[in-house]
Nanobody, 125 residues
C-alpha cells in the first residue's frame, strides 16, 4: 500500500509562488510515473504536470507551462511542484498521484493508482 501526503499549499497573492511537496511511504516509487492534478469547485479533476521515473521526461498542461516546474527526488521518495507567477485561476485543491503500472509520463487520471488527500491552493487577486 502506498500513502501520498501533500504539503505546501496555502493562500498567496496573484504573482506569488508556492512549492508543493508530495512524500510517499509504503513502498519506493523510484520506478513510478508521478503526476500533479488539480480540482476547482464544480469542475473535473485536471492534469497539471507529470514526470517519468527518471525525471528526464516531463510534461505540463498548457495552462501552467512556463510557470510551474515538477521535479522528483527518488532518494527521498518525494515529488515537488514549484508554482510561480500564480493566477487566481490556479485556485484549486492540488493532488499528487503515483502510477505503479507506468514509469513513463502519464497525463490521464485513469493511469494513476494512488492519490494523496490533496492540498488547497488559493490565489487572491
Amino acid at each position: 500500500q502506498v500513502q501520498l501526503v501533500e504539503s505546501g499549499g496555502g493562500l498567496v497573492q496573484a504573482g506569488g509562488s508556492l512549492r508543493l511537496s508530495c512524500a510517499a511511504s509504503g513502498r519506493t516509487l523510484s520506478n513510478s510515473a508521478m503526476g500533479w492534478f488539480r480540482q476547482a469547485p464544480g469542475k473535473e479533476r485536471e492534469f497539471v504536470a507529470a514526470i517519468s521515473w527518471s525525471g528526464r521526461d516531463i510534461y505540463y498542461a498548457d495552462s501552467v507551462k512556463g510557470r510551474f516546474t515538477i521535479s522528483r527526488d527518488n532518494a527521498k521518495n518525494t515529488v515537488y511542484l514549484q508554482m510561480n507567477s500564480l493566477k487566481p485561476e490556479d485556485t484549486a485543491v492540488y493532488y499528487c498521484a503515483a502510477s505503479t503500472t507506468y514509469s513513463d509520463i502519464r497525463y490521464n487520471v485513469k493511469d494513476y493508482d494512488y492519490w494523496g488527500q490533496g492540498t488547497q491552493v488559493t490565489v487572491s487577486s
